[in-house]
């Protein structure tokens, strides 16, 4: 359980250069993040699938709050025209609601920890 919140330091950091990247008008490479948050999955899954699990809606949790927070926005902040692929299918589902997917996601986290 440690690496997943450890990860997470990791997403702080990404979610810092990602607004610092905004700021300054530069692109995004959400599918290097994506892939990024696929291989530590991937690797914490020697512990169990629900490790796996927790790490992707954790980060999903953290990276988007944290992305908001140093972006001067609210948390529940959800951007009108969507990039990321992962975007467009939360934004489908919840509309510009960003509170509702945060606490679906923490309760999945919750749920795959005590598994």
């Known amino acids: 359980m440690i690496p997943v919140f450890v990860y997470q330091i990791f997403v702080v950091w990404l979610a810092y250069d990602n607004a610092e990247r905004i700021a300054e008008g530069k692109r995004i490479y959400h599918g290097l993040n994506g892939l990024l948050h ?56 919840f509309g510009r609601n960003g509170y509702t997917p945060k ?9 795959a920890l005590v598994l």
Do not use: M
Request: glycine letters at 4%; one cysteine or more; aromatic letters at 10%.
């Open 38 to 93: 696929l291989l530590a999955a991937a690797i914490v899954l020697v512990h169990g699938w629900q490790y796996s699990v927790a790490l992707l809606f954790l980060t999903r949790i953290v990276f988007d709050s944290s992305l908001n927070l140093f972006r001067n926005l609210s948390l529940g902040y959800v951007t009108p025209k969507p990039k990321s692929i992962i975007d467009k299918v939360e934004q489908a589902i």
């Open 103 to 111: 606490i679906i996601y923490a309760i999945i986290v919750c749920l």
